[in-house]
């Protein structure tokens, strides 16, 4: 078991920024952010390797965003700039054994932090 706890979240004005962190239990996992808007399917965001040599972010956020981790620490930062209102959703944090972008890819799941941007 991998236990995964966000923080970082909260309100921001369009074009701020925010650092999400996630802090696990143990490390040696894929480690992914993903979000979920109000009533809509929850979405990948971004993934690093387990010993972050790789990393990748969807296309929406690209330039915006930034994953990055600290194996010795097991935490991994979803580092936002230049946020929008479609930014806004609750975010969480996925560890898994394998790196994909789909919740299935995923086995450990933390509680989510909100984020909202308003315009």
């Known amino acids: 078991q991998v236990q995964l706890v966000e923080s970082g979240g909260g309100l921001v004005q369009a074009g701020g920024s925010l650092r999400l962190s996630c802090a696990a239990s143990?490390?040696?996992?894929?480690m992914a952010w993903f979000r979920q808007a109000p009533r809509k399917e929850r979405e990948f965001v971004a993934r690093?390797?387990?010993?972050?040599?790789?990393?990748y972010v969807v296309d929406s956020v690209k330039g915006r965003f930034t994953i990055s981790r600290d194996y010795a620490k097991n935490t991994v930062w979803l580092q936002m700039a230049s946020l929008k209102p479609e930014d806004t959703a609750v975010y969480y944090c996925?560890?898994?054994?394998?790196?994909?972008?789909?919740?299935?890819?995923?086995?450990?799941w933390g509680q989510g932090t909100q984020v909202t941007v308003s315009s």
């Open positions: 143990r490390g040696g996992y894929v």
């Open positions: 690093i390797s387990s010993g972050g040599g790789t990393s």
């Open positions: 996925a560890a898994g054994s394998s790196a994909g972008a789909y919740r299935a890819s995923y086995d450990y």
